[in-house]
């Protein structure tokens, strides 16, 4: 069943009018509606202090079972540093032609890699990230061409290089799918 609309669950504190300033490129690439909406959940029972960070794998099921819907793709969206046990860190997650994605605003900033704050590249990489998540939620695997947005980033200078954008076999891919 193709989804009705995306919805964006905003997690904790966001800059007023940050998601918005995504909405447009996201519903273009998936040609779908995208709702913004806050939503409230307990995370200190998600908080690993030996890691001094969030379960990923915890969060994503907590999206899943509380937020998502059939007819909607949800991508939960945190101000946190997230891990699964496996990796150090990660941006974000999803099911795979499910229905929900994570994904973490929390080290895309320069800020936290010590460099002067840009707000331009901050918005373009929540806009990658957004686009990378629910790419995977509507079945989309990463791609090996460097500038779709579905190439894998581990860094978040592997998040730079790449174009907000699907290539053109992913956005083939993105038709079989919902067709």
């Known amino acids: 069943m193709n989804p009705e609309n995306i919805t964006l669950i905003s997690f904790g504190y966001f800059e007023k009018g940050l998601l918005e300033l995504i909405v447009d ?25 030996s890691r001094k960070q969030y379960n990923g794998n915890e969060l994503l099921k907590v999206v899943d079972q509380r937020f998502g819907a059939e007819t909607t793709k949800t991508l939960g969206l945190f101000n946190i540093d997230l891990f699964i046990p496996i990796l150090t860190y990660i941006f974000g997650q999803a099911f795979l032609n ?23 590249v901050f918005v373009d990489r929540i806009r990658k990230e957004v686009i990378h998540e629910l790419g995977h939620t509507f079945g989309l695997i ?34 079989k799918i919902n067709n």
């Open 142 to 175: 990463h791609c090996s061409n460097p500038s779709c947005v579905m190439r894998s980033s581990t860094y978040v200078e592997d998040i730079d290089q790449k174009e907000h954008l699907l290539c053109s076999r992913c956005k083939q891919e993105l038709l």
């Open 25 to 49: 490129d996201v519903e273009r690439e998936f040609s779908i509606p995208v709702k913004i909406r806050e939503g409230y959940m307990a995370l200190s029972e998600h908080y690993d202090l």
């Open 98 to 120: 499910g229905r929900c994605g994570i994904a973490s605003i929390y080290r895309l900033s320069n800020e936290r890699y010590g460099i002067k704050k840009d707000q331009t």
